[in-house]
């Protein structure tokens, strides 16, 4: 098991709330460098605490 920190947590809330923005506007928003948060993303995902991501469609906004 992971031990997930302040700033994994941090992480965590902020991809939860919007999981489209970029590893750099993410680090800017949390105060880390774009390569210190991209390794904290791709840690969390290969501990499977992140399991992917999605994409959700409007089938009636599509036609």
Known sequence: MIEL???DRA???ALVTDATQSASALGRKLGL???ATWR???RLE???VITGRRLELD???LG
Do not use: Y
């Open 5 to 7: 920190d302040t700033m």
């Open 59 to 61: 089938a009636e906004k």
């Open 11 to 13: 992480i965590l809330r």
């Open 33 to 35: 460098s774009q390569p």
């Open 46 to 48: 290969e501990a499977g």
């Open 40 to 42: 904290r993303i791709r």
